[in-house]
């Protein structure tokens, strides 16, 4: 939203997408405040994981989607406080290249030709973010990152319904769930923009889009590596970390 209580740091304003928040409300140097420090949780969670994929000695490819995770973040926290053309591609590039990196891990297991998948993926996603750098997307943009998500949903499905464990069918439930809840703020910060600009306390449904969507790929990073050690006969099993966050404990073969 173009109203706000502060001058510009950053100068006019050259994003594409704007959303449900006064800018510059609370500092010359931050855009959209509570879209910038919402990403925060994001990037523990993402280091977290990434901890817990390091001290077990999970395959590389998970060390480099929760860094993803965080890169995405952060981009995305340079984004709202700026809201600047530029920097708006360090938070959608990423999440192109994220959902990229989601199908090569859900497909790559069954994929007969091994070396195909990651350079066609690698190629498409430097085709993207050149493309992207050039011509404004828009809507084109939003519609090509949902198909992305698309396609990753039935092999997600598979590997749900393949796992008998209890404990990781509820990590697959709760990705859906705040996913879903995720979704829903996202829409009704767009939609009801012009209402809750009248309220006295904005509820901020973008920055909760950002909270629920940080643990959404904690629970799905989370998710995948259970399948992947079942797959390599690592004997997952789920914990909670202080009784709340989940994460995935192995024991590999002494052979490993």
Not at 127 to 133: D, G, K, Q, R
Request: glycine letters at 6%.
């Amino acid at each position: 939203m173009a109203e706000g209580g502060i001058s510009s740091f950053w100068g006019p304003v050259t994003s594409t997408t704007e959303c449900c928040e006064k800018n510059y409300a609370y500092s010359s140097y931050i855009a959209e405040f509570h879209n910038t420090i919402s990403n925060i949780p994001c990037i523990v969670l993402a280091l977290v994981g990434l901890i817990n994929a390091q001290r077990q000695r999970f395959e590389k490819r998970f060390s480099v989607l929760h860094i993803s995770n965080m890169i995405l973040a952060i981009g995305s926290m340079i984004f709202h406080a700026t809201l600047q053309r530029v920097q708006q591609q360090s938070d959608e590039t990423p999440m192109v290249w994220e959902m990229l990196l989601y199908m090569y891990i859900l497909y790559s297991p069954d994929w007969h030709y091994r070396s195909t998948m990651p350079i066609f993926l690698f190629l498409y996603g430097a085709v993207f973010a050149a493309v992207h750098s050039v011509v404004r997307l828009g809507i084109g943009f939003k519609v090509h990152y949902a198909i992305l998500c698309l396609l990753c949903i039935p092999r997600m499905y598979k590997y749900y319904i393949y796992t008998q464990d209890a404990s990781a069918k509820r990590l697959a439930k709760m990705y859906v769930a705040t996913l879903l809840i995720g979704t829903l703020c996202w829409l009704f910060d767009c939609i009801f923009c012009k209402e809750i600009s009248s309220w006295p306390i904005n509820p901020q449904g973008h920055a909760l889009w950002h909270v629920f969507m940080g643990f959404n790929s904690y629970l799905a990073n989370t998710f995948l590596m259970f399948c992947r050690a079942q797959q390599r006969g690592w004997s997952p099993k789920v914990f909670h970390f202080m009784g709340v966050l989940p994460y995935v404990k192995i024991e590999k073969p002494k052979a490993q």
